[in-house]
């Protein structure tokens, strides 16, 4: 089944290497840029599967979030834990 990712992200050091990101983020499957960081995705993966393949390709002070529109969920890395947990509070299933 297809899953309609929205991918999210912010590479934080200064000449970081957007194209391994960008690639991979293509590698998921039919894409389409949104905005400069903001991906669309019909996937077969998972959000968190989806961050686990992108996060690969990050740094540890870059962050990330998959949205999954089609499962009403979303997988993330290195969030704050503020934007994390208000994310968690105000969740609609």
Partial sequence: MANN?????DL???K????SVID????????????KSHWYVNSSLTA???VQ???????SNDSLIVIDATNNNASWQNLSD????????NWKA
């Fill in 82 to 89: 503020k934007v994390a947990d208000h994310i968690k509070r």
């Fill in 5 to 9: 990712l929205f991918i999210s992200y």
């Fill in 53 to 59: 393949r992108v996060w690969k390709k990050m740094d």
């Fill in 24 to 35: 991979e983020i293509k590698k998921l499957g039919s894409w389409a840029k949104v905005q």
């Fill in 12 to 14: 934080n050091s200064p």
């Fill in 16 to 19: 970081q290497d957007y194209s």
């Fill in 48 to 50: 968190s599967e989806a």
